[in-house]
């Protein structure tokens, strides 16, 4: 049986005895019923997570995390079969009364789910979901109970604290609401946390302070946190120990630093081999700490500038010849406007944006959730009306489009949207979801759109037999791979692609990031990539403009940004970027405690 010992931090001393752990799964199989057989999901998992412990499931999409931690609280659904030993505490949970889960859910054991559109309820405000949580499990009265969800609201740092109470899940931002489903998670104080992709729609410097929210939840309450990522940055960041799962079965565990300094398994290593990092597309190493040494005693940086310059100089005069190349995507004094609705006051989101997209060109967007990225890339194809200024798509202005111009754009400009779960139609098979812009636009039909269709399920890297599965049945990255084989299907001039590979683990992720160059470079479409994560944007833009509270604060081409970022919201991005070793991130992570200390300071 594997097993992962207790850590040097969490031993006891001598005299006293052995703490019990928080979490202790035994031998733990997970199946599920499909044509009258039993698939297996999870083998013989063991596993324990003490008091104050972080322990991380890592692996593939499909490999068998969610569904192993989803069995904990039995949530599978009904076609499911869980087998072996769950204790909660030294107490035995499986196959305890539906009564009694429903007191441990919440109370006891909280979850961040990996989607916060499809988990949040989208007819309640989110200060009305907080309140049920807390009335259903502290039965206080509800304006002592909306005075907690204003605090819980305000420690995971809405910009908005009172906004967003007021506010549904679909008027947030992407990193708005997981932040938002945070907030409802710990209003119980757990003493178990399953975190399950909770940083995936955030962008690094919100990501830092989530994880230090997480930190400062284990350290405050003692909480044991199980750490369900495909992120090996974020592993590093805050897990102390990492079991590995393929197949559904760990492969390997052991602690955090033995893990990232000494993989033992053939798989453990690809997966660490695959994580991007910046200055992964040409071969060097970035140091983003050195974006904010303006220090002259500081030797290294300073020669590391100069390096840098004469790079920017050549960058620039190769960008400059290529912008007489035609203009795909044009923002021009762009202002994006959400109107009052009931108590939410309107909101500006894009505040006087002028942005150029040239054909050919990947355009990298980022900042953090609620800046304005995802209202631009929407309003791009039409599916937002901006207030003032002036669009142009593909040749076509559309500030003012009815719905046929913006069917006609629809044929020519494709989106791969951040949420797979949320776009996808249930009731589809993902085979007819991919044909539909196809069979939609009257390019093709019967035996063709067949073909065609199972030739996009073969370039994102999905078996063809998947045609037939309805999205359920697939896990968040083979989602989010429907969702870019659909948006590539009629072969656009521009694609926005906002957060493409946010669901995706670092494998898969480096697949279909190389997927997408090589149509970027085949096809010549515009690109305007929406992202959190710069070492995507590292390896894919061309150029990268940053925007911060609706507003554009800096473009310029990729190495102007990320190597000598002029901005200081730019810089604070750089340093948020997580390192995939432990060590180095501990560091990293002082060093940008440090920076934000001294220019609060300031």
Not at 98 to 104: D, E, G, L, T
Not at 261 to 266: K, L
Not at 410 to 421: L, N, R
Not at 452 to 476: C, K, Q
Request: glycine share 6%; aromatic share 4%.
């Amino acid at each position: 049986m594997t097993t992962i010992p207790a850590t040097n931090s969490s031993a006891t001393p001598a005299d006293s005895q052995p703490r019990t752990p928080v979490l202790e799964v035994t031998d733990l199989n997970v199946d599920f019923g499909v044509d009258n057989e039993w698939v297996p999901a999870a083998r013989h998992m063991n596993y324990r997570i003490l008091p104050g412990e972080v322990l991380a499931l890592v692996g593939e999409s499909g490999s068998g995390k969610s569904a192993s931690s989803m069995a904990l609280l039995d949530l599978l659904p009904s076609n499911s079969r869980i087998r072996g030993s769950i204790k909660l505490n030294g107490q035995e949970i499986t196959g305890i009364r539906a009564p009694q889960m429903r007191r441990i859910r919440g109370g006891e054991i909280a979850v961040i789910f990996q989607e916060p559109m499809t988990a949040l309820n989208p007819v309640y405000t989110i200060g009305a979901q907080i309140i049920e949580t807390l009335r259903v499990h502290y039965g206080i009265a509800p304006s002592e109970a909306k005075k907690r969800a204003l605090e819980l609201l305000t420690m995971v740092e809405l910009p908005d604290p009172l906004k967003a109470f007021n506010s549904y899940p679909h008027q947030l931002s992407g990193g708005q609401r997981q932040r938002a489903m945070i907030a409802q998670s710990i209003s119980c104080d757990p003493t178990l946390l399953i975190a399950d992709e909770p940083t995936t729609a955030l962008d690094v410097t919100v990501q830092a302070e989530i994880l230090d929210l997480l930190r400062s939840l284990r350290d405050r309450l003692d909480s044991a946190i199980l750490l369900i990522t495909h992120d090996m940055g974020v592993v590093a960041d805050l897990a102390d120990f990492i079991a590995v799962m393929k197949d559904g079965v760990i492969v390997e565990t052991g602690t955090a630093l033995e893990i990232f300094a000494n993989p033992q398994h053939p798989y453990t290593k690809a997966l660490l081999a695959a994580v991007p990092h910046l200055g992964q597309r040409d071969g060097t190493e970035i140091d983003t700490t050195a974006a904010f040494a303006t220090d002259v005693g500081d030797d290294a940086a300073l020669r590391q500038r100069i390096e840098i310059n004469e790079r920017l100089a050549e960058e620039s005069r190769v960008t400059a010849a290529k912008d007489s190349r035609p203009v795909v995507l044009d923002f021009d004094d762009v202002v994006i406007e959400y109107p009052k609705h009931g108590r939410v006051s309107a909101f500006r989101a894009v505040d006087h944006v002028s942005l150029q997209v040239h054909a050919g060109e990947v355009l990298g967007l980022v900042g953090e959730s609620g800046s304005g990225k995802t209202t631009l890339g929407r309003a791009a194809i039409g599916l937002l009306p901006i207030t003032e200024g002036t669009l142009t798509v593909v040749g076509q202005n559309i500030s003012k489009a009815g719905r046929d111009d913006i069917r006609r754009l629809h044929k020519q400009a494709g989106i791969v949207f951040q949420d797979p779960a949320s776009s996808l139609n249930p009731r589809m098979p993902v085979g007819e979801s991919i044909g539909e812009p196809l069979l939609l636009a009257k390019k093709m039909t019967g035996q063709a759109l067949f073909t065609e269709v199972e030739r996009l399920l073969d370039s994102v890297e999905l078996p063809r037999a998947y045609r037939g599965r309805f999205p359920h049945e697939l896990s968040g990255g083979q989602k989010q791979r429907v969702g870019i084989a659909r948006a590539i299907a009629l072969k656009p001039q521009l694609l926005i692609a906002d957060e493409p590979t946010s669901a995706l683990d670092v494998s898969v992720q480096a697949r279909v990031l190389q997927l997408l160059q090589n149509l970027q470079q085949e096809m010549q479409f515009a690109c305007l990539f929406i992202t959190h994560d710069l070492a995507v944007i590292d390896v894919l833009a061309n150029r990268i403009a940053v925007m911060h509270q609706g507003k554009i604060v800096e473009v310029g081409t990729r190495d102007e940004i990320l190597r000598n970022p002029k901005e200081p919201y730019t810089q604070r991005l750089l340093a948020a970027v997580p390192l995939p070793d432990p060590v180095l991130q501990r560091e990293r992570r002082e060093t940008r405690r440090e920076l934000l200390r001294l220019g609060s300071s300031e």
